[in-house]
């Protein structure tokens, strides 16, 4: 059981930037893949981004893909989304979860956190 915070989102203009953090407790991340996904209003939770257990690989969604950067600070338990560059089709709930990095499918650990609000104007 891992407990997952997510934080750092807002009210930002078209070409802006934001850093999300995801803060966990509970246990470590480091032995876990992690991973970034967001919900629009009325869609399906989507992936974003996905970083190796050691921070050593990244993959992206396409439409991310030059525009935003996953790191993690295993050391601070901490996971974060530099977001440049945001474009109004960014705005969604932002949530971190465990993934399995092959299949970018999220590892069922009980519940989704409360997801930080990024919301990109144009």
């Known amino acids: 059981q891992v407990q997952l915070v997510e934080s750092g989102g807002g009210l930002v203009q078209a070409g802006g930037s934001l850093r999300l953090s995801c803060a966990a407790s509970?246990?470590?991340?480091?032995?876990?893949?992690m991973g970034w996904f967001r919900q629009a209003p009325g869609q399906e939770r989507e992936f974003v981004a996905a970083?190796?257990?050691?921070?050593?690989?990244?993959r992206y969604t396409n439409s991310v893909k030059g525009r935003f950067t996953i790191s993690r600070d295993n050391a601070k338990n901490t996971v974060f989304l530099q977001m440049n560059s945001l474009k109004p089709e960014d705005t969604a709930i932002y949530y971190c979860?465990?993934?399995?990095?092959?299949?970018?499918?999220?590892?069922?650990?009980?519940?989704w956190g409360q997801g930080t609000q990024v919301t990109v104007s144009s």
């Open positions: 509970g246990r470590t991340l480091s032995t876990y893949h």
């Open positions: 979860a465990p993934v399995n990095y092959v299949t970018t499918q999220r590892i069922d650990f009980g519940s």
């Open positions: 970083i190796s257990s050691t921070g050593g690989n990244t």
